[in-house]
């Protein structure tokens, strides 16, 4: 199945380029290697290997010292920049790559997939007009060694990246011959994670997801998801609301619940509504309706799942 962020082949052409976007259930705009933009029918294009996504089989890659998990951002041209995801480690990594809507606080889907121990992936292309509007995004990256000393737990991380940031930077970047900006992730987190008791963050930027636990009943109430929550706007308050019910509904399917009750109250409206756009979309649930009306009047949802 085809999705943006794939590299394709013109089959009756001497093409080739990436997937930018979707014009429809059929046709795709593709990025071609000389930088064009064009619109082609699915039926016309096959998924190939990208020239740039790579896999170091040296044996000497898995005894030196790897740096880990990394965005970076590569310049393509003067307008265009390339957004990679390094994965120097000995573990496989499957990621999820959301675009922010600053606006809204929204998140959008951009790619997904896997990318192998010693790999680096091209995982979105960005005009300099988003840069120096600033983007904002979040990854999502889980891990499998076959015989690991620990096991890593999911992680989650929210991303800022602006124009000024990429133009100051010229590092190398691992597993390849070229330079840019980056970002590491492994680094962010350990940082998190050494800091959170003294310096707690309004808005978390790297959450971990409790495996063991799925609850019966969620509060989205922001006052209970963060205590201290003054500094938030409406859009970064509707984002973490929307997260943790990701979060908790991924717990109960995973979990084998057959319900879950969602509490988001009534105030205006917006959060019970764009729950119930997401749960009308998800092919893991049944059905879903107000909760216990004597309970929680109409500031609850209860979930079926299948």
């Not at 706007?233 to 984002?239: K, W």
């Not at 991924?250 to 009534?266: N, P, Y």
Request: net charge negative.
């Amino acid at each position: 199945m085809l999705k943006p962020g794939d590299y394709v082949r013109f089959i009756h052409a001497r093409e080739e380029g990436r997937i930018i976007r979707a014009f429809g259930p059929n046709e795709w705009e593709i990025e071609t290697t000389d930088g064009f933009r064009i619109p082609v029918m699915a039926s016309e294009i096959v998924k190939v290997a990208s020239p740039e996504s790579t896999v170091v089989i040296e044996h000497e890659a898995y005894n030196r010292k790897v740096t880990g998990r990394q965005l970076a951002v590569i310049p393509f041209n003067d307008q265009a920049f390339d957004l990679y995801l390094v994965n120097d480690h000995h573990s496989t990594c499957l990621y999820s790559l959301y675009e922010t809507i600053k606006t809204t606080g929204a998140s959008k889907g951009i790619t997904h997939g896997t990318l192998n121990p010693f790999t680096v992936a091209n995982l979105y292309r960005l005009s300099w007009q988003q840069l120096q509007e600033e983007v904002q995004g979040i990854i999502q990256l889980c891990f499998y060694e076959p015989s690991p000393e620990i096991v890593s737990s999911p992680l989650e991380y929210r991303f800022k990246i602006t124009g000024l940031q990429v133009l100051r930077s010229s590092q190398p970047i691992p597993l390849s011959d070229k330079k840019g900006y980056l970002l590491s992730l492994d680094q962010q987190a350990t940082a998190k994670k050494e800091s959170k008791d003294t310096f707690p963050p309004a808005s978390p930027e790297i959450t971990t997801l409790n495996l063991t636990a799925a609850q019966d009943e969620v509060d989205l109430h922001i006052e209970k998801l963060i205590p201290e929550h003054s500094t938030l706007n409406a859009a970064e308050m509707l984002r973490l609301q929307l997260d943790t019910f990701e979060k908790h509904l991924d717990l109960a399917i995973a979990h084998g619940r057959s319900e879950i009750i969602f509490i988001h109250g009534i105030g205006n409206g917006i959060l019970k509504s764009e729950l119930h756009k997401r749960l009308g979309r998800n092919k893991q649930v049944a059905s879903f309706s107000d909760a216990k009306k004597e309970k929680f009047g109409y500031g609850a949802t209860l979930v079926s799942l299948k």
